[in-house]
């Protein structure tokens, strides 16, 4: 398709979550390599106007680059299939269930996809019996929020810090799930139209890749090629695929996973909407698949869909 087939195109960016900030800085470079494919595409933001006026001014298309809340958890999908308009993207039902990472994870146990134990907890929860069950160290995080919003990595059997980083994920969302802590090497695997992509080793200063060292640290270390041997990167991609494709997922997305000295490896999460910003791991993958950034964003557009 020529940029101009697809007709006039917003890119929807920035909305009202959480990852608002970094959805715009996506949102900017998304439109910015659109219009140099020769797309008719146009900034809009969901948290300074209606929705409608996608459908009264004649957008054909909608180029999702909303991240969290609202953009990646089935809301605004819903309402662009209730207008008409087709998106990029994973549809309701995925969007959803892949923003809930508890309920991702009996998805994935059902189908005997690999991911770390886990409790759901609340102010009420016995904290020794976590710890008793999950060990050291523990991740506490929010269930339904992204980029690392509201983490907290527990090393020691304190109930008090685990109560304190329980309200911490509590601030973000009422569902707070607590993870036995993996160690091993990060790696992210990025899904573009039925294709999981080469593998990026992450190298976050002190280990720590939080919000910070996503999207603004130039310290954090990215490896594309990942440096894994051929059999063991293809059955990554392989098995990140299918958790993919599990949740309902289509169209393109990220899959991050832990994978451990002996071998074995945990999938994390799924991430319906990534970040297309200059730190983000999809470009960064398709370019190490020959893909520029321009040409990924078209194939995205390229997938877009109602229903």
Known sequence: MSGAAFGKVAVLMGGPS???EVSLMSGRGVLAALREKGVDAHPFDPSERDLWDLKRDGYARAFIALHGRFGEDGTVQGAL?????????????ASALAMD???TKLVWLACGIPTPAYRIVDATTDWSRVVAELGLPLIVKPAREGSTLGITRITGPDPAALAAAHALA???DALVLVEAFVAGQELTASIVSGRALPLIRIEAPRGNYDYHSKYFSDETKYFCPAGLPEDVEMEIRTTCLRAFDVIGCTGWGRVDLILRSDGTYSLLEVNT??????????????KAAGMSYADLCV???RGAHVG
């Open 299 to 301: 194939e995205i557009l």
């Open 101 to 103: 990472k508890w309920r």
């Open 18 to 20: 959480a990852e608002r």
């Open 170 to 172: 509590a601030r973000h």
């Open 273 to 286: 909407s990534p970040g297309m910003t200059g730190h983000s791991l999809v470009p960064m993958a398709a």
């Open 81 to 93: 299939e209730a207008l008409g308009i087709p998106y990029t993207g994973s549809g309701v039902m």
